[in-house]
Every structure is written in structure tokens, then in C-alpha cells.
Nanobody, 114 residues
């Protein structure tokens, strides 16, 4: 089953940083926008950040100024640099392309706790 592969999650204290990575399969990675989503326990999956094929970025209000999305088209890989992490950032983080998203991957768990 073809799906993205996320990595880089872990346990971090409030105020700390993590860098997530995601490899998206398939050809023409550079032609797609790519997104980071997250799903906290008991909540719906929400869009956190997007980077278009032209490099334009958009962020959810809750992460603006703290998270940075980027991509490396040569490696079919995208990143999410997360700084000043808060307990409310705790969630499973997923990535996907847009449009024509793949089936969801396993995600990577981010836990922000002291």
C-alpha cells in the first residue's frame, strides 16, 4: 500500500523543539502541494501547515510563528520544524499531498509534557 512515511516525533518538554520529516512516494512530488495534519486524542484531524508546489506556505493560527514547513523536491521529502512547543501540540502528526492524497500513513507521535 502506497502511503507517506512520517518520522521525527517524540517526547519533548514545553518550550522545546522537534523536526518532523515525511517522505511522500510517487513521481512528480514537486507538482503537488504537501500538508501536515495532526490529530489529538478525541479530536478530528486538522490541517496544521501547507506548502504549495510554488513554495507558498500557510499555517493554522494556532501554530503561526512557531512552526515552519519546508520541502526538498529532490528527496520527495517535506519537513515541519516545530519550536516553542506547547502541551496542546500533543498529537499524532501526518503528512500527505494535495490534491490526490494517498491513504494515510502511520503518523508520528508528538508529546509535549513536563
Amino acid at each position: 500500500q502506497v502511503q507517506p512515511v512520517e518520522s521525527g516525533g517524540g517526547l519533548v518538554q514545553p518550550g522545546g523543539s522537534l523536526r518532523l520529516s515525511c517522505t511522500v512516494p510517487g513521481r512528480l512530488f514537486s507538482a503537488y502541494a504537501v500538508d501536515w495534519y495532526r490529530q489529538a486524542p478525541g479530536k478530528q484531524r486538522e490541517l496544521v501547515a501547507r506548502i504549495t508546489n510554488g513554495g507558498i506556505t500557510n499555517y493554522a493560527d494556532s501554530v503561526k510563528g512557531r512552526f515552519t514547513i519546508s520541502r526538498d523536491n529532490a528527496k520527495n521529502t517535506m519537513y515541519l520544524q516545530m519550536n516553542s512547543l506547547k502541551p496542546e501540540d500533543t498529537a499524532v502528526y501526518y503528512c500527505n499531498r494535495s490534491p490526490e492524497p494517498y491513504n494515510w500513513g502511520q503518523g508520528t507521535q508528538v508529546t509535549v509534557s513536563s
